[in-house]
Structures are given as structure tokens and as C-alpha cells.
């Protein structure tokens, strides 16, 4: 199966599944081999921990959370939303960018980014009568994210938060919650609870969409992302190609546009580029003209629906001279780059944002290293930021 067949939210009572056990895996997932040394002792950066703990990562919330996202499904379900509205910030946004195409392909729903000044700032908030009202944050600490939330629930719509942090404020103001399971998070830059929140958000769309046949993607979504880890390692090699670069373009569609937003804010908090995303259609209405002999673009371009015209758009990069990196599971897509990311077959479209950020986190993390910079503590970030 390619994109997540389209449909409307089933009103009728869910299917009565029982979630399975997901496969545990077998290879052991490896990431950056390089290590730094702190008080004489070696070891690996919290960031390329993190990376590395993914697998186990989503195999712990498909595991604590497989069977209780029936109960929110449900719930939603009585109420009948008309529209998906979401908040959230940095990171997190990028997981709603994906709920916002995946919820309406699975769900058949409206889904709005949210505009949280408008509620904290300007003190006009929209009316959210007949809406679920989902907040996503990893430490469900951001004022505005939370106002948003408390504000949907005074209005009486249904509410939802996705959080690390089941005892934060987001979750004390949600009528419902959907922990993440990530687990302490300390490197700055967001990495293990991001694949998290994408995570859960497939568990929702499959739960409201009452489809029982999707669950077995969403089993094997530990055992891809081990596999990609080591997969990644045959282009990391090559990283060191892009010490000096300064600027790049990120560039998805579809699903994955998520992907080129947030492998662009990890090479933004990272290594201080000027990574700028695009949509591959946006791409064309002007951003091209930037491109010259040499001008980094990474591509996102796993087989699927968009596919075709990711290729269409890589051919033209490779005619205008650009140095391409391509995250692909497609052989022909990968020929064309100069530094080749190699995904595992078999992953289904509306699941490859799980699977193929993971060669971008690692692809930053690579580049902080041989740029010189601290993996765990960027310049001028703290791990909770707080935004009204």
C-alpha cells in the first residue's frame, strides 16, 4: 500500500483489535562511530544516543499505547468533530504538518495549523465549536500551546495532548492524552521524541479510521527505523564533503514535507546553516532560480504518489549542476545524488516521515561533528522554550 487510503472517520464502534507485541529487533542499530571525551572517559553525545534509541523508542509506545488509543478514538467519535485544529511549536509543528495530511487522508477530516497569538496575544480566539483540538508538545510546558488547548475545552469541543510529559500543564488542560513514551530527552535538539509524536499520531489516525488491516505497518515501524540506522551508515562517510556549506535547500512534498521541515531546523539548531524547506511544488514558483553550480539541495523522495515528481524536480537540480542528497528507497532516485541515503523497502507512504528523518537527524548530527560544534548544547538553545 502506498498513501493511507483516503475515507471519512468510521462513526460506527471501533474495531475490537488487539494491539500485538511488535517484533523486537534483531540487528542492533548503529549510528555515529566517532566519539568525544569528556573527564578523560569516551562516550556518545546524548543526541547520537537518542537517535540510536528509536527503535526502542517506538516499540515502547506501540506497546503502552496500542490498545488505550481506542478509548480516544471513541471518545472522539461521539463527538463528532467537523475539524482537526492543532498547536504546536518548533519540532512539534512539523509532527502537526504531518497530522494535518495524514488525519484528512485517514479520517476524511478539515485540519487547520493553529495561530496561538491569536489566543494569547490578541485575545481573539476562532470559534472551536465542533472540533477536536490537538496540542502537541514534548514537555507540554509552552503557554501558548496550553492556552490553546484550555481555550477549545471552554468552548466545549473535545481536546487532545501528545506529550512526553504526561504531568505537565498540556495534559492537566486536555479532556484526553496520548503520553509519547520517549523517555528524558536532554540533548537540545528534539530527535527520538519527534519519530514519538509521529508515532502517535499514526496510532489516532488508524484508531479513528477503524481500519484493523493498518496496524501491522505500524508494528513493524521498530524494526525500519533499526534497519535505516544501519543503512545510513554507508553515506555518512561522505558528510565531510559539506564542512563549509553555509546554505541548502530542503525539499519534500506530500507527507515528507514534514520531513524537509524538520531535517531543516536540525541542520539550523545543529550546525548553524541557513537550511530553507520547501514543498517541491513551491520549490518551482521562484525558490529555483537560487540554484547554481554546486548549491546543496536534500531531496526526501520515497516511493509513493509524489514521487514522480520529486524525480522530475532532482533531474532538473542535476541539469542546473546542484549537488543533490537524496533520501530514497528508489535506485534510480538515488543514482542521481551525489551522497545517496539509502531507505529500506517496504515502508508504506503515509509511514516514510517516521523512517526517513532519521538519515536527516544523522546527517546534522555528522555535520555538527565535522563543523566542530557541541552535539548536546547548540549555541543560544535551551531544551524547553517557553512562547506565549
Known amino acids: 500500500m502506498g498513501a493511507l487510503p483516503a475515507g471519512r472517520m468510521s462513526l460506527l464502534p471501533s474495531v475490537n483489535y488487539t494491539f500485538p507485541s511488535p517484533r523486537r529487533c534483531t540487528k542492533r542499530p548503529i549510528v555515529l562511530q566517532s566519539r568525544h571525551h569528556t573527564s578523560g572517559e569516551e562516550h556518545v553525545s546524548y543526541l547520537e544516543a537518542e537517535i540510536a534509541e528509536q527503535p526502542v523508542v517506538l516499540e515502547r509506545l506501540l506497546r503502552e499505547e496500542g490498545r488505550k488509543v481506542h478509548d480516544i478514538a471513541g471518545a472522539i467519535r461521539k463527538r463528532e468533530p467537523r475539524f482537526v485544529y492543532v498547536a504546536a511549536r518548533g519540532t512539534s509543528d512539523h509532527a502537526g504538518t504531518y497530522g494535518k495530511y495524514l488525519l484528512a487522508s485517514a479520517c476524511g477530516l478539515p485540519v487547520a495549523l493553529a495561530t496561538p497569538s491569536l489566543f494569547t496575544i490578541y485575545r481573539r480566539p476562532p470559534s472551536l465549536q465542533g472540533a477536536l483540538v490537538l496540542g502537541i508538545s514534548q514537555s507540554g510546558h509552552s503557554p501558548d500551546i496550553v492556552e490553546v488547548i484550555a481555550e477549545g475545552r471552554r468552548q466545549g469541543a473535545i481536546t487532545l495532548g501528545i506529550t512526553n510529559n504526561p504531568d505537565s500543564p498540556l495534559a492537566a488542560a486536555a479532556e484526553c492524552v496520548l503520553p509519547v513514551h520517549a523517555g528524558a530527552e536532554h540533548a537540545v535538539a528534539a530527535t527520538k521524541t519527534y519519530t514519538a509524536q509521529l508515532t502517535a499520531l499514526a496510532l489516532l489516525a488508524v484508531a479513528m479510521a477503524g481500519d484493523s488491516a493498518l ?36 525539499i519534500g512534498r506530500g507527507y515528507n514535507y514534514a520531513t524537509a521541515l524538520e531535517v531543516a531546523l536540525k541542520l539550523k539548531e545543529l550546525t548553524y546553516v541557513v537550511a530553507e524547506p520547501y514543498s ?38 542535476r541539469a542546473r549542476e546542484a549537488e543533490v542528497v537524496m533520501i530514497s528507497d528508489m535506485e534510480e532516485a538515488l543514482a542521481l545524488a551525489q551522497t545517496p541515503f539509502r531507505l529500506p523497502p517496504g515502508v508504506p507512504e503515509w509511514l516514510s516521515p517516521i523512517v526517513a528523518v532519521v538519515p536527516g537527524q544523522l546527517f546534522a548530527a555528522a555535520l555538527t561533528k565535522a563543523k566542530g560544534y557541541d552535539l548536546d548544547q547548540p549555541r543560544g538553545l535551551r531544551k524547553v522554550t517557553r512562547t506565549t
Open 280 to 317: 517541491s511544488a513551491d520549490f518551482r514558483h521562484g525558490p529555483i532560480a537560487i540554484i547554481e553550480q554546486g548549491f546543496p539541495a536534500i531531496l526526501v523522495a520515497p516511493h509513493g504518489a509524489v514521487y514522480d515528481d520529486l524525480m522530475g524536480l532532482a533531474m532538473d537540480l
Open 215 to 250: 496496524w501491522a505497518d505500524l508494528e513493524r515501524l521498530p524494526e525500519h527505523i533499526a534497519r535505516t540506522l544501519e543503512l545510513s551508515q554507508e553515506a555518512l562517510w561522505r558528510v565531510e564533503r559539506y564542512r563549509y556549506m553555509e546554505r541548502c535547500v530542503l
